[in-house]
């Protein structure tokens, strides 16, 4: 029975042991960005698993609710469409969506990415405040050097 006990320690610390690094992505040279127009603001953030499984955070601080049409998010790498999935409050979304203040999207995507490289998230037409989309242009997220524990952690 111990030797089970031992067996099954070693292998959850070798598994430990292999977890991908995670990578800060840099939105436009920021770790975090803030996004405002007419109807309130967006903070969004992104992080890395390796360079391979990416979230974005949005958090919305809004005075009206906003529609969400996540169709039309637009994230490319090297000019190619990259699959992504969007959550609102955990709920994945498929069609159009109601945002309202402090509600939580999470935009997932897969995709190998080498470090310094660039992803352009364009958020036209994915948000619609009072009828009007919200055009944001491009945003650039670099995936960074720097490893996510050494922001909390200075050596």
Same mark, same amino acid.
């Given at each position: 029975m111990k030797l089970i006990h031992i067996s099954i320690t070693v292998a959850i610390l070798s598994f430990m042991s292999?977890? +991908? +690094?995670? $990578?800060?992505?840099?939105?436009?040279?920021?770790?975090?960005? =803030?996004?405002?127009?007419?109807?309130?603001?967006?903070?969004?953030?992104?992080?890395?698993?390796?360079?391979?499984? $990416?979230?974005?955070?949005?958090?919305?601080?809004?005075?009206?609710?906003?529609?969400?049409? +996540?169709?039309?998010l637009s994230i490319k790498y090297k000019n190619n469409d990259i699959k992504y999935t969007v959550y609102l409050n955990g709920t994945l979304i498929? =069609?159009?969506?109601?945002?309202?203040?402090?509600?939580?999207?999470?935009?997932?995507?897969?995709?190998?990415?080498?470090?310094?490289?660039?992803?352009?998230?364009?958020?036209?037409?994915?948000?619609?405040?009072n009828g009007n989309p919200i055009n944001t242009g491009n945003i650039f997220f670099v995936v960074d050097n720097k490893h996510f524990w050494n922001k909390f952690h200075k050596k």
């Open positions: 292999c977890d +991908p +690094p995670i $990578f800060l992505v840099s939105i436009d040279n920021r770790y975090k960005k =803030e996004i405002e127009f007419d109807c309130g603001k967006i903070d969004v953030e992104c992080n890395t698993l390796g360079g391979v499984s $990416f979230t974005i955070k949005q958090v919305y601080r809004i005075t009206n609710s906003l529609d969400v049409s +996540p169709k039309k498929n =069609e159009r969506g109601k945002i309202r203040n402090d509600d939580v999207v999470v935009v997932c995507f897969t995709k190998k990415v080498k470090k310094n490289d660039t992803i352009i998230v364009n958020l036209n037409d994915f948000l619609h405040c």
